[in-house]
């Protein structure tokens, strides 16, 4: 069965904290994973994108993919009250020629305070 | 920069009742997606869309609900009979389709629907 698990929190970290998130998945064809920031009531938009395994740094954010412990990290350093959001975890591919539809974790709820 | 866009953000209708979801994909993807939250629980999948045809569906994608691209820019989602249980945000997402191994999925803002 294709499930992702991640921990709703809340988190709450003081600025410039680093902030670790974290998912776990069962579906070893997993490939394409995924890190999405969602604001209240809006869409999920896309911070991290890792194919397969190993790290990916942008910024503060850097994404860690282990395949073998079928584990998702992301970190943020220095964190921001502006990264306060709900944190989603996505995941996809190995069915086929494209990536197909995305399993979703349930949010990891984040707040920074100043 | 390129977003794939949604209208209306917000719906209210009455059970039974027929809704359309709009989305502007954005113009140089070839898939197309639906989602949807009910507050407080998970993204989940409903439909992927390519080449004027449906490619997956879930089990929550059932006759009640349809998808269209009527023309070159816009791709619909038609829930035919609206039941209490539909209300939920609706998403629109788009991806260009080639494995380069940037390939992802781009989401618009939503639509949140009310049945009433």
């Known amino acids: 069965q294709k499930e992702v698990e991640q921990d709703p929190g809340p988190l709450s970290v003081p600025e410039g904290a680093i902030v670790s998130l974290n998912c776990t998945y069962s579906?070893?064809?997993?490939?394409?994973f995924m890190w999405y920031r969602q604001y209240s009531r809006k869409g999920p938009e896309l911070l991290m994108y890792?194919?397969?395994?190993g790290n990916k740094e942008d910024g503060r954010f850097t994404a860690q993919v282990d395949k073998s412990s079928k584990y998702i990290s992301l970190f943020i350093r220095d964190s921001q009250p502006s990264d306060s959001a709900t944190y989603l975890c996505?995941?996809?591919?190995?069915?086929?020629?494209?990536?197909?539809?995305?399993?979703f974790g349930r949010g990891t709820q984040l707040t920074v305070w100043p | 920069e390129p977003e794939v866009t949604q209208t209306p953000s917000h719906q209210v209708t009455q059970m039974g009742q027929e809704v359309i979801l709009r989305c502007v994909p954005i113009?140089?993807?070839?898939?197309f997606y639906w989602y949807r939250q009910i507050l407080g629980q998970k993204v989940e999948f409903l439909v992927s869309?390519?080449?004027?045809?449906?490619?997956?569906k879930s089990e929550i994608f059932d006759d009640q609900f349809s998808v269209e691209r009527p023309d070159g820019s816009n791709f619909t989602l038609k829930i035919r009979s609206t039941k209490l249980e539909d209300s939920a945000m609706y998403f629109c997402?788009?991806?260009?389709?080639?494995?380069?191994?940037?390939?992802?999925?781009?989401f618009g803002p939503g639509t949140r629907l009310l049945v009433l």
């Open positions: 996505a995941m996809g591919g190995g069915g086929g020629s494209t990536l197909g539809r995305l399993y």
């Open positions: 113009s140089n993807h070839l898939y």
């Open positions: 579906n070893s064809a997993f490939q394409y």
């Open positions: 890792t194919y397969s395994s």
């Open positions: 997402a788009s991806s260009d389709g080639q494995l380069t191994g940037e390939e992802t999925q781009y």
């Open positions: 869309f390519y080449n004027n045809e449906i490619s997956e």
